[in-house]
């Protein structure tokens, strides 16, 4: 009988991924998602078995984890993330978990000005007062970023708009991710405790990465920078969440201050293959970002 595990927010991006990387790995995946619908149609369509829960109702968590050796904890930028932590947290010792992996974030600092980067502090810090045997995985910003909507519709024009001046990170793919997350649901031990960085291959700046776009896409994309207030504003007008507007507020001055440099090679040492690269991912995507608007 293959090890039974349990996936939250299965319908976004790392979620979804690693219900695919899971199966693919032989783990017999529980997908949990906030509703039924042609996402979660899709998850039982690879095989995984759909449940109906919320992070914000214990009960259904209860449910969830019933069963299951091992799960995945995910939270969106947004409020609520030390409510589900705690009501996570709760159901997963009442379910004996064998190990917990959650999704942090690589901005996660007690002293940001971001109301996020401090939850999601204080989330790990939950999860390790808890006792159940916990994995922090501290990912760097997300190469899907560039298909957001309020980055998407820019690069389309050949401009990479970022308020970050000179500072640096390793982009990595929710696809690489969910690979190292699938590896570490099967096989925890050695891990349980640890706080795990997770990069791309190459530390860069933001002119460096809209050379390497450049170069993938077959045209010219230029970075621009520009001070966070504006930024914040042009989202505003996009319909961007408050919550996601203070965050990138202080998420931003964290990112021009280096919280987010560095890189390692953690995805490679867990799953035997390197991240993709800025490129590659911009390959694999051309038809989006290489769309006329």
Avoid at 21 to 45: N, T
Avoid at 168 to 189: G, M, Y
Avoid at 264 to 281: A, H, S, W
Wanted: charged share 20%; aromatic share 6%; hydrophobic share 45%.
């Amino acid at each position: 009988m293959s090890k039974k595990v349990l996936i939250t927010g299965a319908a976004g991006d790392t979620g979804r991924a690693a219900v695919k990387e899971s199966l693919a790995v032989g783990l017999d995946v529980r997908a949990m998602v906030r509703k039924i619908d042609e996402r979660s149609d899709a998850l039982a369509k690879q095989g995984a078995e759909v449940v109906v829960g919320d992070l914000n109702d214990i009960n259904t968590l209860v449910l969830a984890l019933e069963g299951a050796e091992a799960a995945y904890f995910v939270w969106p930028v947004a409020p609520g993330l030390i409510n589900a932590t705690v009501n996570f947290a709760q159901a997963a010792k009442e379910a004996g978990m064998k190990a917990v992996l959650n999704l942090s974030q690589r901005s996660a600092d007690r002293n940001s000005t971001s109301d996020s980067c401090r939850d999601t502090y204080i989330s790990e810090q939950v999860f390790n007062w808890s006792g159940i045997p916990v994995i922090h995985l501290r990912p760097t910003y997300f190469l899907e970023w560039l298909l957001y909507p309020w980055q998407l519709p820019f690069v389309q024009q050949g401009v990479l708009r970022m308020p970050v001046g000179k500072g640096r990170h390793s982009p990595i793919a929710a696809a690489d991710q969910a690979r190292a997350i699938a590896v570490l649901l099967k096989n925890p031990e050695g891990h349980i405790g640890k706080t795990i960085p997770l990069s791309g291959p190459v530390e860069m700046d933001h002119e460096q990465m809209a050379a390497e776009l450049s170069e993938a896409l077959g045209r010219k994309i230029v970075f621009q920078d520009l001070p966070i207030e504006e930024y914040i504003a042009s989202l505003k007008q996009m319909g961007v969440p408050q919550y996601v507007l203070q965050h990138f507020s202080g998420a931003m001055l964290d990112y021009q201050h280096g919280h987010m440099s560095g890189a390692d090679n953690n995805i490679e040492l867990i799953t035997g293959k390197r991240p993709m690269t800025v490129g590659e991912y911009a390959k694999l995507h051309a038809d989006v970002l290489n769309a006329k608007q």
